[in-house]
């Protein structure tokens, strides 16, 4: 499975940014994906996911904000990051976890800076 990452960029305070991730593979619909983020000297965090069924878990630090939807029909999942704070700075990556058995696959990343 190879992940291809878009859409990163530098935006302002407050501004809106929507990544997309294009997947390889047959059985897109099948698969569990995330988006994480790492920032500068900071730990990866999970930053939402969406299951294959649709449903969706977001980080706290997120709620409200960011949005991870999918497109079967394309192979590609989104994660729409609206009110983007500067504390949201950093290299975005997509993941996809497939099985079973479960393997994981990463994206290249995509930096996202939110500066004035």
């Known amino acids: 499975v190879q992940l291809v990452e878009s859409g990163g960029g530098l935006v302002q305070p407050g501004g809106s940014l929507r990544l997309s991730c294009a997947a390889s593979?047959?059985?897109?619909?099948?698969?569990?994906m995330n988006w994480v983020r790492q920032a500068p000297g900071k730990e990866r965090e999970l930053v939402a996911t969406?299951?294959?069924?649709?449903?969706?878990v977001y980080a706290h630090s997120v709620k409200g904000r960011f949005t991870i939807s999918r497109d079967n029909a394309k192979n590609t999942v989104y994660l729409q990051m609206n009110s983007l704070k500067p504390e949201d700075t950093a290299v975005y990556y997509c993941?996809?976890?497939?099985?079973?058995?479960?393997?994981?696959?990463w994206g290249q990343g995509t930096q996202v800076t939110v500066s004035s």
């Open positions: 593979g047959s059985t897109f619909s099948s698969y569990h």
């Open positions: 969406i299951t294959s069924g649709g449903s969706t």
């Open positions: 993941n996809a976890e497939v099985g079973p058995p479960w393997y994981e696959y």
